[in-house]
């Protein structure tokens, strides 16, 4: 079709108009498929809180759902007055914008919700990783900090200002289509400066040094959880296509590509160390893929996003050990998974550029950005999370790690059949509290 036009245009039709008409119809057409691939990254948002709450344990679930469907809200509200401004404002220093809050005039407000859902997934990346003894309000707040400062500051950096006063590191040439870095290793790093902060949970780590593992509840809810992330991310990253869709095919196909060799290295590092082959390693390989090939899924070929795949799969079973060995408690592994793999991925989308393969100034400038972006999100999360927890306190007591958060810090039950006989009696004990509260 697009061959006919063509064809029709030389052979002398209407062209101004023609063209012109053409042209708005293509920006209709992006707008449009922007607001699909929004509803795509929300769709992440139900993945995140199934893989998260499937992971960890049934006295948790309602906690760690809580904590997904209202940091959604969260965010979006707290982005949509401050951040995206702070964003994507008149950004004449290189470091923040100063305009723009609270948009809500023209064409421009689909971008906004896209961008909105891209801070809510920021949020939503910590989430999991503080599972089951942050407390919920404290966790509320944090959201709001990191969607109203730390997020969209780095993120002016990389995508800020226009092309003749753009953030620093766009003047650069930094690299990232859809947010390898800023979003996912921003969310990373904030969630291994909160975990640091909190501590492990109940149990964790024995006294000599070993490691007891606390298996979720549900692997079939996370993996259902990491199968829409898989779809969802089709739109995190498509999204980022130009306005002729000319990069769509290879970015949606580098996309799912790395995702599968993600899976493909988890299984072969397992096999080869001579361990069992986990679940929770393999979904963690896919996710690991796909945050890999996220700074770069336009700008590679498909054999190299295989590539950068590959290499991300085995990263996430390497960080997970890592972890461990610095007794450093992620319940899901958010930091490998999104932190790691986003650092290693905008260097590969340096290294693996089409058409310039491993030229070292390109390598460095995806170094430069990568680690300024990391460094600024551990150093600002660590400043964040420690002064919630001077001043109010983030960490949920002991007794109601034990008992659950689910009760404790909601007064419900993700399972109440399965309820063990001591809290039935906390429930029913706290049942006249709770009517008088009302």
């Not at 809180?49 to 209202?70: P, Q």
């Not at 769509?248 to 072969?268: D, K, P």
Request: aromatic fraction near 10%.
């Amino acid at each position: 079709m697009r061959r006919f036009i063509c064809s029709a245009v030389a052979l002398g039709a209407p062209q101004p108009a023609f063209a012109s008409s053409l042209a708005d119809g293509t920006s209709m057409l992006h707008m449009v498929w922007v607001a699909v691939c929004a509803g795509l990254v929300l769709l992440m948002q139900p993945g995140f809180a199934f893989l998260e709450s499937g992971l960890a344990r049934a006295k948790n679930a309602v906690n760690v759902l809580m904590k997904n469907f209202t940091d959604c809200a969260i965010a979006s509200v707290g982005y949509w007055t401050i951040g995206f401004g702070l964003m994507f404002g008149v950004n004449s220093t290189g470091w923040f914008g100063f305009s723009g809050f609270m948009p809500s005039e023209g064409t421009g407000l689909v971008n906004v919700l896209y961008q909105t859902f891209f801070a809510a997934t920021t949020a939503t990346i910590i989430s999991g990783a503080v599972a089951e003894r942050m407390r919920y309000l404290p966790y509320l707040i944090g959201t709001l900090a990191v969607v109203v400062l730390i997020y969209p500051l780095s993120g002016s950096w990389i995508w800020g200002g226009t092309p003749e006063a753009p953030g620093w590191l766009r003047g650069l040439g930094f690299v990232d289509a859809a947010g390898g870095v800023g979003v996912h290793a921003v969310g990373g790093f904030i969630a291994l400066a909160a975990v640091i902060v909190l501590g492990p949970r109940f149990g964790r780590f024995g006294r000599d040094g070993g490691v007891r593992q606390i298996p979720g509840h549900s692997l079939p809810l996370a993996a259902l959880g990491a199968f829409l992330l898989w779809i969802g991310w089709l739109g995190f990253n498509g999204g980022a296509t130009e306005q002729d869709f000319s990069d769509l095919g290879r970015i949606v196909l580098n996309t799912h590509l790395a995702a599968s060799t993600g899976i493909i290295g988890a299984i072969l590092l397992q096999v080869l160390r001579g361990r069992p082959v986990l679940a929770t390693q393999v979904l963690n390989g896919a996710l690991g893929g796909l945050v890999g090939i996220t700074a770069g899924a336009k700008s590679v070929e498909p054999s190299s996003a295989a590539v950068i795949g590959l290499g991300a799969g085995v990263i996430v079973v390497l960080g997970s050990a890592l972890l461990h060995r610095l007794r450093i408690d992620d319940v899901v592994d958010a930091f490998p998974v999104h932190g790691l793999c986003g650092v290693y991925g905008a260097i590969m989308a340096g290294a693996l550029f089409a058409g310039d393969l491993f030229n070292p100034e390109r390598v460095l400038t995806q170094a430069i950005g990568a680690f300024a972006v990391a460094a600024w999100a551990f150093g600002a999360g660590w400043f964040v999370f420690k002064s919630i927890d001077l001043m109010i306190g983030l960490r949920a007591p002991t007794e109601h790690e034990q008992s659950g958060l689910d009760y404790t810090e909601h007064h419900e039950l993700g399972y109440p059949e399965f309820m063990t006989a001591r809290t039935h009696r906390a429930v029913e004990d706290a049942a006249p509290a709770r009517a008088t509260a009302k």
